[in-house]
């Protein structure tokens, strides 16, 4: 197990927006965060896919998590950013015990925001207000943050490659 | 005495040492206890068996003989008349060491150190007990050199008994001293220990008993070895070269070394990322006015290209490899088929990247396979059909505008497309009213589709119609094309057209609806700019498919920005219509696009699984600029457009030209081999491909028949000072120039290209009639060629 969040026995989450909501993700699965400049769309491919951006020479796939969700695709704005997520090969180079994507891609959003860590109630059950329906196994779970709930995303299920997020339009 | 060619032995070394790498993880398994399948032991015996053959050729009769031992051993394991032992696998390990040792002190064996005597004696008898079986009887023929000793034995206590080393008894002593032993230790070690014999006796008699079982392993009983040895030669020395050849190879053994394909691949992906900033970096930079920098850009060009050829250069593979095994194979399919063909081979020098080589393996067997079974008559079918019994399948592999070209070409009964037709409506893979309407040539490129085969019994050498498909959809996956041409009683052309190299390919840059897309170069056909004012006459709807009119056949078109579902609202103020023609398989079509912005080598990168449905699309890739282009895949936006190829406008066939707004378009040809010429090709009216015995001569003047009519024929040397035709080929091109009226024809030996370009030629040559200039196209120096000047110093008034 590399420790790197887990000095102080805590798990950081990077979060963001998207249509209001705020998610988070496991900060070992990010791997920088981008503006999304230059994104080249792919025509007729699933619109879960955003379109295809050039990270110094490799070529990222921009997936938009909000499709996933059941939300309509995002518009993008000055604050639109892209999260880039670490390949399973990059996570186990660095003997980090999670799961991702075996390809290259980046993940949409609305806005970034703030590193956050769990309360002293730790990862809550996603009751069914906040996950309805299919989106259920999307996330590991919620937090809760001052006020706001926090909903953690189960990397390996949102990037999932099965006929739903593949399947050409 | 058997002179050694340094280079034989050196790659002899360098095969040899493969084979024991490749055999060594087998043998490394069996030793873990997995006792090996009979492929496996197949492998390992083949690889030995292969060294045991080269070494006796050489004359390397050490090695031969320790490659036999191991073989039998492994022979008797295989066919289970040996039952596998953990411990079997030891030897064999150590008979890899000790080869991989003599190898490496190859040149000079008596310089092997005594303990590799030792290791070759102990592994003998060890071996020994494999071989008696075969080898008991030891009555072995050889008239060579040592057999001056007289013995026959294999076995080393009877070898030292009858080179007068030991007394027989002796010999039993030691033996049962060896029997004794535990572990069990050598005879020699043995015999030197009692003080029986010397270190030098021991390696005599050990040299002795290799070159006994190099001659039961090598020589057929009919034919004795060479007999040149001088009968009291050092048996050990026997057919060595003498040193001094042999010093001068020991440097030329460094010049190959092994480097893993993954390794290559990480360099030719770095490169291609070098290609990748080299361009960023010059778009960048072209328009700064730094003092120096003009300079130090060119030579980075140059230096980032000459880097990335050398890189792509590592992966090339001669055809030959291939070739190699073609004549075994067409003579097994031919023997078992009855048929008698003779097989000629051309381009084995031809280089392609290994990948591309290593996938091309199998459609090219199906291919000749089909060629020989379907294809070819039987003697008597060919003779009664007035043919030469023999018939010939020509399989040759050229270079052509960067790509490379393999053909199979036979002289069979060619496909007849009317029976194809019928069959594929029979089996419900086209409805009879598409069947209708097809010409020849697409009727005979159904075999492409899925599930279809003209012949109706089943043969155990190919066919049952899957095949044609598989083929053309494993060359697509390599960014090939495979083209297909037959006449009925006269032949089938298979032409296969590849790309150099997986990794980067010319591309041309288009864009539409300010979405930028890569076309692969080796789709390419041609570029036609249509003027608006144009687009009612040159455009027509038919069934509900757009046409183009373009020399006589109406070509479909494919909408870009349409067909990707693209909103186009810059199109509406263009003047002109560009339409890039593009080869797919089945046909050829034209693309709609807004604009052709640049040609540019692009580094493929392949789609995430995200994206992997989206067929019309073949990859991505990084432009010049940092963006993120795709490259479209020209058969799946036929089907996104959801079109069926119809016209097969091809610019290598008989067409008509008339007059459009390509003037700018350049056919590129060549007469002798070296210069290339081009001609605007709107000055042309037609272009036709003629057998070289069609061409009839009258005095001096050469003509061709045509629709009735003798066309006086022009050779470009006898009016320019060029390189005179090549007429060492089976067929010309013959341009026919719209101001000669259709009444004169230029001859060409091959079309290199057409191709788009607004260069102008230099004005050098301007005095020369015929001739406007010389200018750089396509990397080749090319002459322009000016018609009217040319006809009038042919003697031919051009027609207004």
Redo the contacts between chains.
Sequence with gaps: MNQESHLDGQRRFCSFFVDGDRFAIDILAVREVHRPL?V???????R??R????LR?Q?I?V?DPAVRLGLPPREQTKASRLVIIKTNDELRERGLDLTTC????ALWCDAISDVVSPGPSGIEPASAAVADGDAGDLLQGVIQVEEDVVRIIAPAAMLR?DEE????A | MMELDPELLEEFTVESTEHLEAVEPLLLAMEQGSPADADEYNRIFRALHSIKGAAGFLGLDQIQGLSHVSESLLMRLRDGEMPFDVEMADPLLRVVDTLRQMLRALPNPSEYPPELYAEIESLLNAGLGAESASAAPNTVPAAGSAVARTGTSLLIGEICVEMGYLTPDQSKSVLAAQKASEPRRSFGSLAQGLGLMTEAQISEALAEQMIRLARVASAPPATPPTTEDPPDAKPAAVRIAPATTLNKRSGARNETIRVSVPLLNKLMDLAGELVLSRNQLRQRLEHETLPGIKNLLGRMDLITSELQESIMNTRMQPMRGLFDRLPRMVRDISQKLGKEVDLELEGGDVELDRSILETLSDPMTHLIRNALDHGMETPSERVARGKRGTGTLHVRAYHESGQVIVEIVDDGRGIDGARVKAKAVERGVIPQEVADAMTALESIRLVFQAGLSTVEEVTDVSGRGVGMDVVRTNIQQLGGLVELESVVGEGTVVRIRLPLTLAIIPSLIVSTAGCRFAIPQVNLVEVVRIHVEEMDRRLQTVRGVEMLRIREQLLPLVWLDRTLGLENESRAGEEHLNIIVLRADGGSYGLVVDELLDSEEIVVKPLSAFVKSCEWFAGATILGDGAVSMILDVHGLVKRAGLQLRRIPDVHESTGVEADSSARSLIVFTVASRERFALPLGDLQRLERVAIDQIEQVGMQEYIQHRGRAIPLIRLEQLLPVGALDVAQDELFVLIPRLSGGSAGILASRIVDTLVSDLEPDEEDADTPGLLGKAILDGHLTLFLETAGLLRSAGIEPAV
Aim: hydrophobic share 50%.
């Design positions: 230059g080249t769309p792919v025509q007729h491919a699933n879960f896919v379109g295809l951006v050039n020479g070529i796939t997936l075996d390809h290259l891609v490659i997020s593949t399947a050409a």
